[in-house]
């Protein structure tokens, strides 16, 4: 596997990890929780900033 290869493997399991935390953060807990979607929130961050480097 070359480089572009595996960071794009690991961008799209940030984006689907990201969206999950928000996801059970702020719908499926019982109250609204903020540190998930802010960890969430910031593993998007970090795959947008691995996207910008890879090209």
């Keep these: 596997m070359n480089k ?3 960071v794009g493997i690991s961008i799209l399991l940030l ?4 969206i ?8 499926y807990a019982p109250k609204l929780m903020i540190p998930p ?10 795959a947008w900033a ?4 890879k090209k």
């Design 15 to 18: 984006v689907i990890l990201g």
């Design 50 to 53: 691995f996207n910008a480097l």
């Design 4 to 6: 572009n290869k595996i």
């Design 37 to 46: 979607i802010l960890t969430g929130i910031g593993f998007l961050i970090i």
């Design 20 to 27: 999950a935390m928000i996801y059970f953060g702020g719908f």
